[in-house]
């Protein structure tokens, strides 16, 4: 195993442990589809009012890999690699993950703090993987990227420096939400220093769930997956020394629902795209902060797919207690029916891009 793989895991365990216990919403330390949601709501590419926050961990990320990147030599400027479709692909991984409600990042988390509905999506999460193997194994490849201008491979991190800047000059020119999850935050700086350093481990351990997964199917390597379940291990150890571990179940949890054949569908797609993509959201992150822009564009697509996400109602809806009544959640007929296109979207996109037969 690699040392450094573990403690990136470890390090963004206490780190989603500790953020939560700052003010960031339960079982919601760190995530990467959340996150990004929630800036897209507060630069009102949506209007669902309960999940608008410029969330700092999101710019902390990006920049820790460009800094270490930078550091260690390892930034380069890249594009090329179908960007119109990767951006697609990450809507559509946007998506499936709002249906499921979190990234790879936050399943972990969640199944650290006992959410069995997580491990239903787990399992799902590992069908699109295996799926994405499939094709992969055939071939699949969205090309070859190219040497591009550094200003391509600063694209993103400027983006974020830039959104960042006018968040701490003039909040008031972003929608904020005044209840709901986008209203849990812990302290901005506390926060952005945290993810600096999640950030920069996580561009130095190439920390992955998909490619921890795909490496251990493909070639019986645990490596970059044993960061996971370090991130597992770290999270379900703080929970209960911190009091706030209820035991495994799937009754109201956090933020979650209870509407299984979409957990389990949602991160179906997620897997997938990601495979597809080459890593997961986090690890889009930190491929775009070491000066991809692929990845950028890729980020920028899951941007779009939470505004489509939250404009078109195709989110999942949280389980909840009123009235004595409870409610599983889940989504509605409209996110039923984008998930099966995204789906068709995926089938499309791994089939075109199989080796043409000469």
């Given amino acids: 195993m690699n040392l450094l793989i573990i403690i990136a895991g470890v390090t963004v365990g206490i780190a989603a442990v500790v953020l939560t216990m700052l003010g960031n919403p339960a079982n919601m330390g760190f995530c990467i589809a959340c996150f990004l949601r929630d800036i897209a709501g507060a630069c009102r590419l949506h209007q669902a009012a309960v999940v608008q926050y410029v969330r700092p961990e999101i710019v902390g990320i990006v920049l820790g890999s460009t800094v270490m990147s930078l550091f260690s030599r390892e930034f380069k400027a890249r594009a090329g690699s179908s960007p119109a479709v990767r951006f697609v692909l990450g809507a559509c991984v946007m998506i499936g993950a709002l249906v499921f409600l979190g990234c790879p990042l936050r399943m972990v988390i969640r199944m650290g703090g006992g959410d069995l509905n997580a491990f239903v999506g787990f399992v799902g999460f590992a069908v ?7 094709f992969l194994r055939r071939g699949f490849s969205l090309k070859r990227s190219y040497n591009a ?38 302290p901005v700086v506390i926060a952005f220093v945290i993810a600096l350093a999640v950030g920069a481990l996580a561009q130095k351990s190439r920390l992955c769930m998909v490619g921890g997964m795909r490496d251990v199917v493909m070639f019986r390597d645990f490596t970059l997956l044993s960061g996971f379940i370090a991130v597992f291990i770290t999270v379900l150890a703080g929970n209960i020394l911190l009091g706030s571990f209820r035991g495994f ?28 993509l080459g890593g997961c959201p986090l690890r889009q992150l930190i491929l775009a902060g070491e000066g991809n822009g692929d990845s950028a564009v890729t980020v920028f697509g ?18 909840a207690l009123k009235d004595g009544v409870y409610s599983v959640g889940g989504i509605g007929l409209n996110g039923q029916i984008a998930l099966t296109v995204i789906f ?3 089938l499309l996109v791994s089939v075109m891009n199989l080796p043409k037969e000469k």
């Fill in 249 to 276: 179940s799937t009754y109201l949890q956090p933020i979650a629902h209870g509407a299984q054949l979409w957990n389990l569908l949602g991160m179906t797609a997620v897997g997938w795209g990601s495979v597809l």
């Fill in 149 to 186: 201008a550094t200003a391509e491979g600063f694209a993103l991190p400027g983006f974020m420096v830039l959104l960042f800047i006018v968040f701490l000059i003039a909040p008031a020119l972003f929608a904020m939400s005044s209840a709901g999850p986008g209203s849990k935050h812990a």
């Fill in 302 to 319: 899951m941007i779009a797919g939470a505004a489509v996400a939250h404009n078109f109602k195709l989110a999942g809806g949280a389980a």
């Fill in 344 to 346: 068709g979207i995926l």
């Fill in 128 to 134: 699109g993987i295996l799926i994405g193997i499939f």
